[in-house]
């Protein structure tokens, strides 16, 4: 007999086989076994071990967090400070604060600080119904400390109820022992550091900065070069200040994800489409920023590019524990619609990780990983910010 069936409930499905606006599947059932969607559907549905009355409440997809910084030490509210007196991200970039000084924070932090840091901020994401975190380094740069932050991701991922999907972003900014020798650092990361995360199986996926502040396109295709001699995925930080061609250089590389894009052209786009390579949008950074530049959603939605939504969250440009006001903002400042932005951070999220197999839809065969909502409407997740939390939150079919 099957584990368990959940009847009486809405299935916000999301799966683009279902017709209906969000895959809607009203007064419907759903059954799980062996942690797994096992069939859903309507009318007859079949027995199970343990039989769950939904109350006609809604059940979606749990949300995935695809693009996150979440292990830091220190903070930078004194920039914050600055910026708001009016220094530009840039500006402080340049004068040795923002990454470079959550580097030096971060290396002097202890193990136990670090992961003591990032689990609280990992909780605030899990109580609003996150079960699949991306967590990137990126705040170590050097051999060690690189790989220390992706032990520390690893090690959350034993310890909460979380899928957690790791990300090598050494190519995050030149860290000071590195000063005006880029190219000798990028050697370092594809010599020694890409190497090392991959034999130690530390990080699903390679990101870069390509950026003034970062790394240039030449040094970033380095960078995805060694990424793909060692089998790993490729993710890229691109347009998010200016336009140096980021975009087009992940998706030659078929890269799971551009992130950011508030620069990308609109003639770009398409390249995205070649690539199957989903478009992140991260609205937190954009409001912390104070952004003005919008990334150029109409052309993404036309050329029917994927669109993610996540939090960014990090020390500097978007201190946002929570991917429900990250759907909001998308909504209010990009102008993405409540379907898209709930796709974002469900269906397309797991496209960005490469788990489009196992999560982002309620469909059979995938995890369940299920939220239950008292609504009245798919559209309330999107709207309002800490007004509704999951009535329960459900992981590869235990009910957390
Ligand atoms: O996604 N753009 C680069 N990385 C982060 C910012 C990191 C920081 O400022 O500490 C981002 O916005
Ligand atoms: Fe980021």
Known sequence: MLDQLIENVHLITLDPEQPAAYGLLENAWLAIDQGKIHSLGQGAAPEAELTVDGQGQFISPALIDCHNHLIWGGNRAQEFEWRLQGRSYQEIAKAGGGIASTVAATRAATDEELYQGAAQRLQALLDEGVTTVEVKSGYGLSLEQELRMLRIAKQLSTEFSVHISTTLLAAHALPPEF????????????????????????????????????????????????????????????????????AKLVAEFDGWSVDHIEYLQAGDVAHLKESDTVAVLLPGAFYSLKETQLPPIAAIREANVAMAVATDLNPGTSPLASLRLAMNQACVLFGLTPEESLRGVTQHAAQALGLSSQKGMLKVGLDADLLMWNIGHPSELSYGFNLVKPAAIIREGNWL
Do not use: M, W
């Open 179 to 246: 000063k005006d020798n880029a190219d000798a650092y990028i050697d370092l990361v594809c010599r020694e550091i890409i190497p090392a995360a991959a034999v130690e199986k530390l990080a699903d996926a390679v990101d870069v900065f390509c950026e003034g502040v970062g790394f240039t396109p030449d040094q970033c295709r380095r960078v995805f070069e060694a990424a793909k001699a060692h089998s790993l995925a490729i993710k890229g930080h691109v347009e998010q200040l200016s336009d140096l061609g980021g």
